[in-house]
Structures are given as C-alpha cells and as structure tokens.
C-alpha cells in the first residue's frame, strides 16, 4: 500500500506505508516510521496516535471538527483564539500558529499545518474520526521535517487523543 504525503511543495513522492514501527501507549497506539522520503527541504518523517473512542463518531467530530476549540481538551494548551484560517495556540511558554487546510464535516477529516512558533521546517496533521460499529476510531497522522518531530509530535497527540477520550466518551 502507497501512502501520498502531502506538503507545500509538489516535489513530495510516495512512502511505503508498511516501513514503520510500532510501540503502544497508553490505550492507544503510535507509529512511526524511520525515514522516509526526501522533500526539498530534507526527510520527512511520519507519525500516527490512534484511539478507540465509546462514542458516536458524530459526537467525537462536534469536538475536533471545532478548529477553534482544542484549548479545551487538549493537555497543556494555555490559550487558544482563532484569526481567519489560524488557530494561534499558547502552550509552554511558545505561540505556535496552525493554519486550516481543509476541513471536511462529511468524511470527519480536519487538515491543519503549523506555520510559525514550533521547532519544525514543515509539519502537516490530519486528524479522523471513523465509525467502528457503536464507538469511533480516531487517527492523528502527522507528517514533519526534521523527521524526528513527527515521532515526538505523534507522542504528544496520544496523550491529546488520551484527553478527548476522557471528555467524549470515558
């Protein structure tokens, strides 16, 4: 299976999405892979949290579907305001300013990428809630360079999905 990274240049190429590793945490999971794929501006990395949530996937996207709302369940967000298609996100002393790509209500998929304040020459993440019969499935892929991000990215997210799973459905 070939996975398309996405990114501010065209100059991206494919990935083998089956190159990663694997490690748990908490209740749920993260994988990263190594290296990747070259971009114009180095490696990219990948990294993916992932949780099941007892919840409809309807009530679990009225939260991430909410761009401007992750203050309020995200660990360690001290403040977050919105300005156009930025979220501007105060957290452990940085102003980190994420910028909407896309957002699509019908397939719950938010598409977002940091553009100032954070250690990352590139960064995009894409968040997805899937129903799973009565619960939801949420997946929180992040592609970074350095590519070393992704993986500390991707541990930050879990314990973010960890948090939501706590607010929408214990």
């Not at 990935?15 to 501006?41: K, L, M």
């Not at 996937?57 to 995200?74: L, T």
């Not at 102003?95 to 940091?114: C, F, P, Q």
Request: proline share 4%.
């Amino acid at each position: 299976m070939k996975t398309y990274l996405l990114g501010p240049t065209p100059a991206w190429s494919f990935i083998d999405s089956d190159n990663y590793r694997r490690s748990s945490s908490i209740s749920g999971t993260i994988q990263t892979r190594d290296r990747f794929t070259t971009n114009p501006g180095g490696t990219v990395g990948h990294g993916q949290a992932a949780i099941d949530i007892d919840a409809s996937a309807d009530d679990v996207w009225a939260v991430i579907g909410d761009f401007g709302g992750i203050g309020s369940w995200m660990p360690g967000i001290e403040s977050c305001r919105v300005e156009g298609d930025d979220r501007i996100l105060v957290t452990m002393g940085m102003e980190i300013t994420e910028r909407l790509v896309s957002k699509d209500d019908a397939a719950r998929v938010l598409t977002y990428s940091i553009t100032n304040g954070a250690p990352v020459e590139t960064h995009q993440g894409v968040i997805t809630v899937t129903p799973t019969e009565a619960t939801s499935q949420v997946t929180w892929d992040v592609d970074a360079t350095p590519d070393e991000m992704a993986e500390v990215m991707a541990s930050i997210y879990q314990q973010a999905l960890e948090a939501l799973k706590a607010k929408v459905g214990g």
